[in-house]
């Protein structure tokens, strides 16, 4: 599941730039929107 090493990479990358925590709940939901994207393309 690499996917998931990337989004806490990314997640984490945030937190060194100091995001604010409502940046970082939107970068979470656009990483989620984006999981579940690859997982309905993957499915096809």
Same mark, same amino acid.
């Given at each position: *599941? %690499?996917?998931?090493?990337h @989004?806490? @990479?990314? /997640?984490? =990358?945030?937190?060194? @730039?100091? =995001?604010?925590?409502? =940046?970082?709940? /939107?970068?979470?939901?656009?990483? /989620?929107? #984006?999981?579940s %994207? #690859? *997982?309905? %393309?993957?499915?096809?």
């Amino acid at each position: *599941m %690499a996917f998931i090493r990337h @989004e806490v @990479e990314t /997640i984490i =990358q945030a937190r060194i @730039e100091q =995001q604010l925590p409502d =940046q970082i709940k /939107i970068l979470v939901k656009k990483l /989620i929107k #984006n999981r579940s %994207a #690859n *997982m309905g %393309a993957q499915s096809q």
